[in-house]
């Protein structure tokens, strides 16, 4: 299974997870302000990740995904890191389908949280968290 993970981390956090993912599944980890051409003709399964920020996904991955070709039955799922709630899932979610794209799972943990000057989920995705992450990638796998 060819898989392709895409993220946005402004301090960090989600791409510890996607780093995890990555490993797991063999694949690249892309960091989506340095994407350049991606190619996505071979890819069977598109991991999108992204921290939280006003309740909302990053303005650069939203803007990645408005601007996708259609994604017709392309298999995806969705990460992210978070201090309070994982409320850029549904958006990004969201956003996938509208390319036509199929959201077969999601994922999400606490990440240290710098609006609150790092004071909370010190030490947050832990070793716990990226196992979590890992468990999750063979899972989405052993569905090819
Ligand atoms: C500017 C800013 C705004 C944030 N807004 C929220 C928020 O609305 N809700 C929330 O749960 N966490 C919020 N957080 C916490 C981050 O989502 C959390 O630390 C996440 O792990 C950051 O991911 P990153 O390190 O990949 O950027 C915010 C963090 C920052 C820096």
């Given amino acids: 299974m060819q898989a392709l993970i895409v993220y946005a981390?402004?301090?960090g956090?989600?791409?510890r997870v996607a780093r995890?993912?990555?490993e797991e599944l063999s694949c690249p980890a892309v960091d989506v302000r340095k994407r350049?051409?991606?190619e996505l003709a071979s890819v069977?399964?598109?991991l999108v990740g992204d921290g939280v920020y006003g309740g909302r996904p990053s303005r650069a991955m939203a803007r990645f995904l408005?601007?996708?070709p259609r994604l017709e039955g392309l298999r995806a799922a969705v990460f992210g890191t978070y201090g309070a709630k994982p409320s850029q899932l549904p958006r990004l979610v969201e956003l996938l389908r509208a390319r036509g794209a199929q959201v077969v799972g999601e994922f999400a943990c606490p990440g240290r949280d710098w609006f609150a000057l790092g004071l909370l989920?010190?030490?947050r995705p832990n070793a716990r968290d990226l196992a979590r992450a890992r468990a999750f990638a063979r899972r989405l796998s052993s569905a090819f």
């Fill in 13 to 15: 956090n989600t791409r």
């Fill in 66 to 68: 408005q601007a996708l």
């Fill in 9 to 11: 981390s402004l301090t």
């Fill in 36 to 38: 350049g051409d991606l």
């Fill in 20 to 22: 995890a993912l990555a």
């Fill in 121 to 123: 989920r010190r030490g």
């Fill in 44 to 46: 069977e399964l598109l």
